[in-house]
């Protein structure tokens, strides 16, 4: 029989004497660390020994042994509390931040921006009240210089902020570069430990340590592969991974300057990755808090702050240059070189201009000149209640202010211009005898050509057409205001490009004298027949004098030397080559623009368009591409027809019918008045205006009288181009306009405009209508414009407007302009669109150029009431992230936290284990000693 070895029981014990000596180790591994943040606690795992077999007793168990020492972490915890730690550092991060701003705003104080802003406008108000007091206009400056520094101080102290918050990237940068070496590192010494079996349990402590640290910087994904390596990455890039880690760079990010209005900036710098140089789409923590305050909030700042100080700084110098210097008979927008009050375009070149600062009497505080006129000052002032700033709240329906008190008369609103008196206006002086060479000089820019000006005499005109005798000899003068000798064929209808079979007379032309003689051919375009045409001048004696070219699709020929004065072209009575018999005479150069008398208004009018190699395209003469003196002229496509005769006697239809075409149309629109005899020219234009009326031309073509000749005219500015032709009874031919100094069919009417005291001129009468889709987002913009007249009140005028642009293809089909009072108000029909109506300052529809929706004193009251309600809210998130943190922290550490009271009770059941273990020893040690003693 088997008998059971008394050495098993010696065995036996010591494996008990070993595991619970062991136990006791990782107990007071336990107690060591319990304050150890990153512990997580351990324990170690008794089981038994493998027994041995007995035939006759069975299984003897051999002991205990631990199979492996316990980690307690709770992994989900774990990334729990790493996401709401994650969201912690980025509300605690802004909150910081939020308050270095709310300090260097220094509101509510009194050497804040608001109080500069306030004491802006108190200074304008003074002047209003006493615009002759050269003191209070020095007042008026230096509150705006400090309105300046108080705009300039707080925009740069915030670029210094984005500037600190570029540098302390670097910082962050090394931060998270260090944390991913160091988790590599781990990653292999941990992947050692588990290759050999055993339980790397301090290093995956110090790993998971790493990793809380790195979800306080940015957020962060990762997990664990097969082999225990923890994989980690940022905004979908490999930060850590079995191959190595990667790191960030911070380099400087052209693409986005310290200020944000100014690209020639210092660059912010960004951060990419190392590896391959892409950009680092980082977000969360202090990183993603740091990044979002510097690009965001912080831009967003100083973008406000631009927007309010150009809004104010536009606002103000358009005020000012509607009006008068002290005892000044010329508008400040008169002044050349331009005199803005403010200089610059953006808040940090923001100034004042040095004319004025050291001449404070140029201040525009007057609408009219007069010294105790502080209109324009007074509008400035109003600006502290004005709305220029921001974007128009969408709305269905527009109101303007009550229509000026200015432009009533005893029959109604007078907006004619016809009784502006240009004498005592303001708009032109007429004595130049003691003018400045400044305040001679006219300049104009047609186009796209370069701005010429031209000097007015020193003299004392007497009156208008004297004035406009010496300007017209000036631009004669300067050959980059004259067209040099051309001519462009006279009958585009007979123009025949299939010449195979014409005649020698029929493809001849005589050019100054010389005959030119196209190939007998059928050419495909006008542009073929000039290369053969001017391939025959090249054999000519007019090689280098005169050439052929295409003027918009029609045969032209044009003098290209400085020697050959005029220039005459003639054909056979076939006019196949579009010149007849009579032939076309340039004999001199002509004006491209000319000055007459409108009324009593100086205005000037396109004459040619062709100047050297560069045509002058219609649509370039319109709004502000034609300058004068300072004043924008408003231009409108002006059709005049040579002189008449009255009474005049329209007896047949032919007589009564002219053919309208409109932006150079395939086909003309014919409309005729009533036959009979007109005995005058008034009497001849509203004949003309009732039968337009109720044309389809009706809103796009109204009659008048330019000096007794009959005239037509287009209000609507997407009208680049009018020509008229009829029978010649009217003043029209059959050629177009037969105005004599008229080369070609388009003729604009330019007026120019300024403050008047007696009459209403052509920009108060115009307003620029703007619909939104607000589903779409398009914006369509037109401008509407009422004719010259007298008007009993304001629905008259709502009418007016309606009758004209109300109808379908109209910039008022489905708006209705109605009235509130004496206020035009405009009103869609469509749910979907909003509609905005600006006008002029000094507009006589009730409606001014601006129509934001902040002051510019409360767009940055609201500014700063958002940035501290910013600031509020993310101190008030940390404070519950915090809770949510601390929750999580309680949480974790019921988990992997160590409990002193829980150890010493472990460490009493181990001691009491391992005694008990010693002592069975030492019975086994007696009783084999009695064995081997007693028996040997």
Known sequence: MSTISSFLGLQIAQSALASNQL???VTGHNVANANTASYSRQSPVFVQNTPLSYPTSGEVGTGVNI??????RDSFIDAQLRNASSLQSYYDTSSTLLQQVQTALAEPSNIGLQTSLQNFFSAFQSLANNPSDLSTRQLVI???QNLIFSYQSLYNGLIDLRNQLSSSLSTLATNVNTIAQNIYTLNKQIAVVNASGQQPNDLLDQRDNLVDQLAKLVNVSYTTDQSGNLLVSIGGHSLVSTAGYDSLTVIPDTSNPSDPNDPTSQPMSKLVWSSDGMNANVSGGQIGATLDMRDINLVNYLNQLNSQATSLMSAVNYLNSQGYPLNSTYLVSDISPTLNFFTGNSITTMGIDSRIINNPALIGASSTGGSGDGEIAQAIANLQNEPIYGFPVNQTSVSGSVLPVQYLSSTGYNLSSANIDVGSSGIYNLDFSNATTAQRTLTIQLGGLPSQSIIIDQNNFGSLANLISDINSKIMANSALTSPPHAIEDSPSTLNLALGSATQAQRTLTVNGVNITA????????NDLINDINTQIAASS???????????????????DSSTSSLSVSGDTSGLLGFSSVGVQNANSTPLIQAYQDGNLLAFKLVDNYQGSTPIQDANFKGSSFIASGLQALAFPTAIGSALTFPLNIATTSNATLNFTLNNASSPTTISIPTGTYTNINSLVSAWNTALGSSSLKGQVYAESINGNLAFYTPNLGISSLTVT?????????TGITNSAQADSNLYNFAMYGATANGVDPRSRTLTVMLTNNLTGQVTTSNIYLPSGNYSNASAIASKLNSIYGSSGMPLYGITVGTDGESLTFVTSNPNQSIRVLGEYSSALGFKN??????????YISMTSNIGTQGQQATTNYTNQSNVVTLLQNQQQSVQGVSMDEEMTNL???QTAYSASARVINAINSMLDKLINSTG
């Open 23 to 25: 136990a006791m180790d």
């Open 67 to 72: 199979s492996t020492i316990k980690r307690y």
């Open 142 to 144: 230096s509150d705006s």
């Open 519 to 526: 190939d007998a051919a059928n050419y495909n375009s006008v």
């Open 542 to 560: 007019l090689s280098g004098h005169v050439q052929a070219y295409n003027d918009g699709g029609l045969l032209g020929f044009k003098v290209i």
């Open 726 to 734: 009829g029978d010649g009874t009217q003043g029209f031919d059959s």
């Open 850 to 859: 601006y129509d934001g929706s902040f002051t510019v004193a409360n767009a």
């Open 908 to 910: 009493i059941q181990y």
